[in-house]
């Protein structure tokens, strides 16, 4: 093949010129082809994340077009070398030079002449060339001309990349938009009118998207203070962002609901918009506020209690550990340290005592112990108790809670019999916990103040007299009954069992269990005797951070922004942008040491 005229070149580049996207590409091969006389021209772009393989983005063959899309091998191929060196021509027997190209071979190669397709970092995009089953001489006229139109395909394939993340970002965009938690719109700021918003508007607030959108922002019923709304238009159009603003929202039906608010302005068309969010945190309050209500009324009736109470974590091992957790008044009276130094305080430093370090090991099988110790005041006095211990359940575990009777006082005669037994029933009438007795079939015995509240009883005599059966009548599910039965038969206890009970009204509120079986001197179960925690708040706040969580994750992840979290040098959580911007997956940077990607970007 002689050497093809400049004018055919020329006439290629304005055929090309104002082509662009795949029709670039096809017009490319074919014409290509058709104007050097040979059976195939082709582009390549190398596979995403496979180095191994080529992907065929347009190709002629034998005067028609060849499906885009197939995968090529590199290795052994003619475009190994292309790849590696830039440029590649063989004159002929390009089938026999390459024996394990089975391709070259199946179709009668001869002549092979392309070129490495240059990418922004110096490394090879893909390659262009052409192939004849006629033996042909490259020349230099020939290279100028494929390297030419590598460059145009170069930038093409950019573009191509360029669309396909902003086709791929606005389908995320979108996606995110749809389904997200919270409510999130966009407003033109020129006339605050409400352009966008998604269906969350509606699932929390109960108005339509389609009622919304087109009206002023400040005209929807959903502010329940206009004025705010005024406020933060004025400080989104001064400052071009608005962080958790707290804001009151007003429903379709009139409830008042509580969220927070984030904007930020953008342009687009050369008008300004703002992009808007609200996270609806009202039922994560109530909790908050519950919890904290709750939490004043225990700490009232702990320190009302005129004995000293002490509460220590249990570790796994069944040891008292070294984790102190709460003391009344009494006790920093009583033995003479403030909370500051009770929290330095070990157990093994109040008290030496056997019975006092084999404790916890008895609270996991009994739940409740009663022993006499020792405590070391701060003077250097010992205190002499009668210690009674209880098997309880914090947000962080188990626990052992101390209620510390000065024996001197016992023996003294200040406090006798009638009286012990009268602080007991104190301490049974206004436990927080709720405390009972139950045959084996169900049938509940005797039953404190604190357990027919749970349950939705004005008192517990009148829980009692209603026959309630807790096997019938009290378990969502009826096969936990049986498996904590089960346990109780095996292991004689159980503790921290977390389920879900039915109050008086047909309610349903979650609980956390403590039960041992009572047995006899032959080992007979007599009756269950145990306590019972509501743990409804706590459970709530959970499910409202977990909710939080996943609304604030949400945002982030869909955010054109990179986004990272680290700890100790190393990447904990990565968005999707920052990922991309660095050309990994997210899953791929997770656990990495920052330092593994800036060397590697300084490699590169």
């Known amino acids: 093949m002689l050497p093809a005229p400049a004018g055919i070149f020329r006439s290629l580049h304005e055929q090309l010129a104002g082509v662009v996207g795949q029709d670039f590409f096809r017009q490319l091969v074919r014409n290509l082809a058709v104007a050097l006389d040979v059976e195939y021209a082709f582009v390549t772009v190398r596979k995403p994340q496979d180095s191994n393989h080529l992907l ?155 009622e919304s959108i087109g009206r002023n922002i400040r005209d929807l019923g959903l502010w329940g203070n206009p004025q705010a709304c005024d406020e933060i238009l004025q ?24 969220g927070r608010l984030c904007a930020e302005t953008m342009e687009f068309g050369q008008r300004q918009y703002a992009l808007f969010s609200i996270i609806d945190d009202t039922d994560y309050r109530a909790t908050t506020d519950d919890l904290y209500a709750r939490d004043t009324v225990y700490r009232t009736l702990f320190n009302a209690e005129s004995n000293p109470v002490l509460l220590f974590a249990i570790g796994e091992d069944g040891h008292l550990s070294d984790t102190f957790i709460e003391a009344n008044d009494a006790a920093c009276q009583s033995l003479g340290y403030t909370l500051e130094e009770f929290k330095k305080l070990t157990p093994m430093e109040l008290s030496q005592s056997k019975d006092w370090n084999d404790i916890g090991s008895k609270l996991l099988k009994e739940h409740s112990a009663v022993i006499e110790s020792s ?82 009883y004005d008192t517990s005599a009148e829980m009692i007299a209603s026959g309630l059966n807790i096997a019938s009548r009290v378990y969502v599910r009826q096969e936990q009954r049986a ?56 459970k709530r706040a959970e499910e409202a951070l977990v909710r939080s969580e996943e609304k604030y994750r949400t945002l982030v992840d869909m955010s054109q922004d990179g986004v990272f979290l680290s700890q100790s040098g190393k990447y904990v959580y990565v968005n999707r942008a920052f990922a991309y911007m660095l050309g990994y997956e997210s899953e791929e940077i997770a656990g990495l040491h920052i330092t593994d990607i800036v060397l590697a970007s300084n490699h590169f």
């Not at 669309?163 to 791929?168: E, G």
Request: charged share 25%.
């Open 56 to 210: 065929l983005v347009a190709g002629w063959h034998v005067n028609r077009a060849a499906a885009g899309g197939n995968e090529l091998q590199i290795e052994n191929t003619p475009a190994a070398r292309t790849l590696l060196e830039g440029q590649l021509w063989c004159e002929d027997e390009t089938a026999a030079a390459y024996p394990k190209d089975r391709w070259l071979r199946k179709h009668g190669v001869r002549a092979f002449c392309a070129v490495a397709i240059p990418g922004l970092d110096g490394r090879a995009l893909g390659h262009l060339g052409i192939m004849s089953r006629q033996a042909f001489q490259a020349s230099d006229e020939l290279f100028a001309a494929l390297r030419a139109l590598a460059l145009r395909a170069a930038a093409e394939l950019r573009r191509r990349h360029l669309d396909d993340i902003q086709r791929l970002t606005a389908i995320k965009f979108a996606a995110s938009f749809r389904i997200s938690p919270c409510i999130l719109g966009v407003l033109e700021l020129e006339n605050n009118q409400c352009t966008d918003i998604n269906p969350a508007v509606e699932r929390l607030l109960g108005y339509s998207p389609a």
């Open 235 to 258: 400080e989104l159009k001064a400052g071009g962002r608005v962080l958790n603003y707290d804001i009151e929202l007003r429903t379709y039906t009139g409830e008042t609901r509580h």
């Open 483 to 538: 498996e904590l039965l089960r346990r109780l038969e095996q292991y004689g206890h159980y503790a921290n069992q977390e389920f879900q009970v039915f109050r008086r009204d047909g309610t349903t509120i979650w609980v956390c269990d403590n039960a041992r079986a009572v047995k006899d001197s032959n080992g007979q179960v007599l009756r269950y005797a145990g306590t019972l925690q509501d743990i409804t708040a706590r």
């Open 375 to 456: 405590l070391h005041c701060k003077s250097g006095a010992l205190l002499n108790c009668e210690v009674h211990a209880w098997l309880v359940t914090t947000a962080g575990g188990r626990a052992a809670l101390f209620l510390c009777r000065d024996l001197g006082r016992l023996t003294s005669g200040i406090i006798n019999i009638d009286d012990a037994e009268s602080n007991y029933r104190s301490m049974f009438e206004h436990a927080l916990e709720g405390i009972y007795e139950s045959s084996t079939d169900g049938l509940l015995i005797e039953a404190n103040p604190a357990l027919a509240r749970i349950l939705g």
